[in-house]
């Protein structure tokens, strides 16, 4: 993901306060579980416990910096939100249901 008009320290902050990690700053990062915590984990398939989080972890984890930056902008590959509203509007329609939270 790609974070615009977002401090890199707001991202980390966030992600702390939800017990996972951001790799990378705002200019490029991934969302990752912290290292034996399954909180906000996805679970593949086969119901292994994956190194990613979950769509579940990624909407809260966006919906909390929008809360803080209301005019920011996170770019994903699925998705550009522009603001909180655009975040609402377009958010919920790019759940798949592959993988679970754990």
């Known amino acids: 993901?790609?974070?615009?008009?977002?401090?890199?320290r707001?991202?980390?902050?966030?992600?702390a306060d939800m017990g996972i990690q951001i790799v990378g700053d705002s200019s490029s990062f991934v969302l990752?579980?912290?290292?034996?915590?399954?909180?906000w984990r996805k679970i593949g398939h086969r119901g292994r416990?994956?190194?990613?989080?979950?769509w579940d972890g990624h909407y809260v984890f966006m919906e909390r910096v929008f809360n803080v930056w209301?005019?920011?902008?996170?770019?994903?590959?699925?998705?550009d939100y522009q603001g909180l509203a655009d975040f609402h509007?377009?958010?919920?329609?790019?759940?798949?249901?592959?993988g679970f939270t754990a």
Request: a positive charge; one cysteine or more.
């Open 49 to 54: 416990r994956v190194n990613a989080i979950s």
């Open 1 to 8: 993901m790609r974070a615009y008009d977002i401090p890199t």
């Open 32 to 39: 990752r579980p912290i290292s034996g915590s399954d909180k």
């Open 89 to 98: 509007a377009k958010a919920p329609g790019t759940y798949t249901g592959t």
């Open 10 to 15: 707001t991202l980390t902050d966030i992600a």
């Open 70 to 79: 209301p005019q920011g902008r996170i770019k994903s590959c699925i998705a």
